[in-house]
C-alpha cells in the first residue's frame, strides 16, 4: 500500500472512484457520508484539490483503494465550536473526503490513510487535526474514535447542506 499526494494525471481516474464508491454506497443503502452521486465528490472536486495540492490517494499497485484531502480550510464555521485547544485556522489540518473502495473494506486501510494524515500534520508543524462526520456514520465514528480522536459534539457548521443540519466533531491534538 503506497500514500501520496495526488498529481494531474490522477484527476480522472480519482474522479471516476469518487463517482464509483458513491454510486456503489447509493446502490448499497449505506451512504453514511451522505454524498451525492454526480455531486459530490467528483472530478471537479479532485481536480480544485489537486489544484490546491490537498489531495492524497492509497494505491495498491496501480489500483486505487482509498483517498482523502488534508488541508487547513474547514469549508464550515469551525469557529463555533468549542475545541478542547484554542486554535487559529492554520494552526491545525483539517481531514476531508476520506473514502476507501468498497472491494478493499475490513483491510486497515482508512486506519492507515488517517495515521498517515496525523503523521503529516506532526511533521509539517502543525499542532492538531480535526474532522466533521456526518452524525449517522458510525463507521467514521468508531475508526476515528479508535484513532484516538475526541468527540466535540454535534454543530451547525453552516455549509448549507440541506440534508445534513448538523456534523459531528472530532478533534485530535499533538
Excluded at 454506497?25 to 451512504?31: E, F, P
Aim: glycine share 8%.
Amino acid at each position: 500500500m503506497q500514500i501520496r499526494k495526488c498529481v494531474e494525471t490522477d484527476i480522472i481516474p480519482l474522479g471516476r472512484f469518487y463517482d464509483e464508491e458513491v454510486k456503489w454506497l447509493d446502490d448499497h443503502y449505506c451512504n453514511y457520508p451522505l454524498w451525492t452521486y454526480k455531486g459530490y465528490p467528483t472530478q471537479s472536486t479532485v481536480e480544485w484539490t489537486i489544484g490546491e495540492a490537498t489531495q492524497f490517494i492509497c494505491t495498491e499497485g496501480v489500483e486505487i483503494v482509498g483517498s482523502f484531502m488534508l488541508n487547513t480550510d474547514p469549508l464550515g464555521a469551525y469557529d463555533k465550536v468549542p475545541f478542547c485547544n484554542k486554535l487559529q485556522q492554520g494552526e491545525y489540518m483539517i481531514l476531508h473526503m476520506l473514502s476507501v473502495s468498497h472491494l478493499h473494506t475490513g483491510k486497515g486501510i482508512a486506519k492507515a490513510m488517517t495515521n498517515f494524515a496525523v503523521d503529516y500534520a506532526k511533521t509539517h508543524g502543525y499542532k492538531a487535526i480535526r474532522l466533521d462526520v456526518v452524525p449517522t456514520n458510525l463507521p467514521a465514528r468508531r475508526l476515528y474514535e479508535g484513532l484516538g480522536f475526541h468527540y466535540v459534539g454535534d454543530y451547525d457548521l453552516e455549509k448549507g447542506v440541506e440534508k445534513i443540519p448538523l456534523f459531528s466533531m472530532y478533534e485530535l491534538n499533538f
